[in-house]
């Protein structure tokens, strides 16, 4: 998960960089895709929660309650991190949005 994480942050690092170096310019569309990509991871993961929580999917494959009660603690934290996360590079999205805006607005 936190391999993901990093994936996702370089990727988004090299579209701020490159909407840095394009101001004004075509608008890039890899920061929606970014974003796609992070709330799909999201919603996965709550789904396995949610599963875990209810005793369907993998949690009722046989496996141990202790090890179902860490997998539910390790998904429920992922699901924290990764909301996090998100929240944080909408907010980065949504300021590069305005520079955007206001580089176009002031050609």
């Known amino acids: 998960m936190k391999r993901q994480l990093?994936?996702?942050?370089?990727?988004?690092a090299k579209v701020e960089q490159a909407v840095e170096k394009r101001k004004g310019g075509k608008r890039d569309s890899k920061p929606a895709l970014v974003k796609r990509e992070l709330e799909q991871l999201l919603d996965y993961k709550r789904k396995v929660l949610r599963e875990l929580e209810e005793g369907t999917g993998r949690g009722r494959e046989g496996s141990n309650l202790k090890s179902v009660r860490e997998d539910l603690q390790t998904v429920k934290e992922q699901v924290e991190s990764l909301e996090?996360?998100?929240k944080?590079?909408?907010?980065?999205?949504?300021?590069l949005k305005?520079?955007?805006e206001e580089e176009?607005?002031?050609r």
């Open 84 to 86: 996090a996360h998100l």
């Open 6 to 12: 990093a994936e996702l942050d370089e990727k988004l």
């Open 104 to 106: 176009k607005a002031s």
């Open 88 to 95: 944080s590079r909408q907010e980065v999205l949504e300021q």
């Open 98 to 100: 305005r520079e955007i």
